[in-house]
């Protein structure tokens, strides 16, 4: 199984321009959800999805959009990248609330 | 506001000995408690899941506990070896401000076995 699958793995991008990182499932999990990682700061919930069509914002949602027109995919937006957006990004997801949370190999996100 | 701990940040321990990592949380209204492996530049790898209502889970030589009203949990490693260095994470799910769909997580524990 391929499990959750993020692309790019690796990103420079220029202060002001705009991308999209990807995240994508093939076990039909309902919630799925990104996370970023700084050091020192533990992982931070940036948005969340509890199915197709439905999405809200996390602790740090800021400078982000998302949207989930499909089960299988949940992309993240950076609108106008800033040097505070360097981090890595992960992806997640879960079938239900209480069960096992699975995450992606991560994106690691260069602004300069 | 739910909040994990993990200490130590770092710990060394020669291989073959048993150790144990810590975690502790400030809100003990928590659905699940999973602990996750993270070598360095990877991905998080999931390790054990121990539901609320759940004590303890073991896989291999690992072990989890849970103690929802002390809000503490502890991960055991028996038998330590090499390829057990990484860094270890806990986090909690539980809800608030952002629904449900939300894991709260450690800085972790990182965890070198000397050979």
């Known amino acids: 199984n391929a499990g959750v699958t993020q692309t790019p793995k690796f990103q420079v991008l220029k202060t002001g321009q705009s991308m999209t990182l990807q995240c994508a499932q093939d076990?039909?999990?309902?919630?799925m959800s990104w996370y970023r990682q700084d050091p020192g700061m533990g992982l931070r919930l940036i948005h969340y999805?509890?199915?197709?069509?439905?999405?809200d914002q996390g602790e740090v949602p800021n400078g982000y959009n998302v949207s989930r027109s499909t089960t299988e995919d949940f992309p993240l937006r950076l609108l106008s990248a800033a040097p505070s957006q360097t981090s890595v990004y992960f992806c997640?997801?879960?079938?239900?609330?209480?069960?096992?949370?699975?995450f992606g190999q991560g994106t690691r996100l260069t602004v300069v | 506001k739910q909040e994990v701990t993990q200490i130590p940040a770092a710990l060394s321990v020669p291989e073959g000995e048993n150790l144990v990592l810590n975690c502790s949380f400030t809100d003990s209204a928590i659905y699940n408690l999973q602990w996750f492996r993270q070598d360095p530049g990877k991905g998080l790898t999931s390790l054990l899941l121990i539901q609320s209502s759940q004590r303890e889970q073991t896989s291999g030589r690992l072990n989890a506990s849970l103690d929802k009203s002390s809000g503490r949990s502890t991960l055991y490693i028996a038998a330590s070896q090499p390829g057990d260095s990484a860094t270890y994470l806990c986090a909690v799910r539980s809800g608030g401000n952002f629904g449900n769909e939300k894991l709260t997580f450690g800085t972790g524990t990182r965890l070198t076995i000397i050979p």
């Open positions: 076990m039909n999990h309902e919630y």
């Open positions: 997640a997801s879960s079938p239900y609330i209480d069960t096992e949370a699975f």
């Open positions: 999805s509890v199915g197709a069509g439905i999405t």
